[in-house]
C-alpha cells in the first residue's frame, strides 16, 4: 500500500476575488504567503517524498511548507476552465442562464468550453495514482483533489460533497496493490511553526 497526502496551494489574489483560475499561472499574495510561512507539513509526513504541479503557486507552496527537494509532476496542473478563467461564477451563472444549469448538473461531466471536464481531470490522474511506488506528497489544485475524492469515493459531483472539506489541510489517500485509492483521513491541519 502506498500513501499520498494532497493538498491545495495557498491563496492567490484570484482566490480572494473568487475568480476561476484554473491553468493561469498566478504567484501567491501577500497574504497567502503570510499564512503558510505560519504553517509547515506534520513531521509524521517528513519521509513522504514530494512533487508539485508545475503552477507558480502549487511551487510558492511547497518552498514555504519547506517540502524536501519537490520534483514537478504535469499531471497535477490545475483543470483547464477554457473560457471561464478569470470570471466568477455568479458571473458565468448570470450570463449563460440555463446553459450553465444545464452544464453543471452533468456534475464531473461538466465541460467549460474549450477547457477540460473533471471527468478528464479524473481519466488524467488515474495512470499517476496507479504508477505511485512511493509515499508521496502532492502539493495541487482545488480541482484535481476534487477528482481524487470523486475517485476515492464515487462521487459524481452532481450534488456537494458529502463532508465539508477544508481546503487549506492535507488530506490522506492510500493506494492498495489493486490500484484503488481510498481516503485515510480528511482534513488534516497543518502544524502552525
Do not use: Y
Not at 3 to 14: F, P
Not at 144 to 165: H, N, Q, T
Amino acid at each position: 500500500m502506498t500513501r499520498l497526502l494532497v493538498l491545495r496551494h495557498g491563496k492567490t489574489t484570484w482566490n480572494l476575488e473568487k475568480r476561476i483560475q484554473g491553468r493561469q499561472d498566478i504567484e501567491l499574495c501577500s497574504e497567502g504567503i503570510a499564512e503558510l510561512e505560519s504553517r509547515q507539513i506534520p513531521s509524521k509526513f517528513n519521509t513522504f517524498r514530494c512533487v508539485t504541479s508545475p503552477l507558480k503557486r502549487a511551487r510558492e507552496t511547497a518552498a514555504l511548507l519547506k517540502a524536501s527537494d519537490p520534483r514537478l509532476e504535469q499531471t497535477l496542473i490545475e483543470m483547464d476552465w477554457g473560457d471561464w478563467e478569470g470570471k466568477r461564477l455568479p458571473e458565468l451563472r448570470a450570463e449563460l442562464g440555463p446553459k450553465m444549469s444545464e452544464n453543471e448538473a452533468r456534475g464531473f461531466n461538466m465541460t467549460p468550453p474549450h477547457g477540460e471536464s473533471p471527468a478528464q481531470v479524473m481519466e488524467r490522474l488515474r495512470p499517476w495514482i496507479a504508477e505511485l511506488q512511493e509515499d508521496t506528497i502532492a502539493v495541487t489544485h482545488k480541482g484535481v483533489i476534487r477528482a481524487i475524492l470523486a475517485l476515492s469515493f464515487g462521487w459524481d459531483m452532481k450534488e456537494p460533497f458529502a463532508e465539508k472539506i477544508d481546503w487549506s489541510a492535507a488530506h490522506l489517500f492510500s493506494v492498495s496493490d489493486t490500484k484503488q485509492i481510498k481516503a485515510e483521513q480528511l482534513n488534516i491541519s497543518l502544524e502552525n511553526l
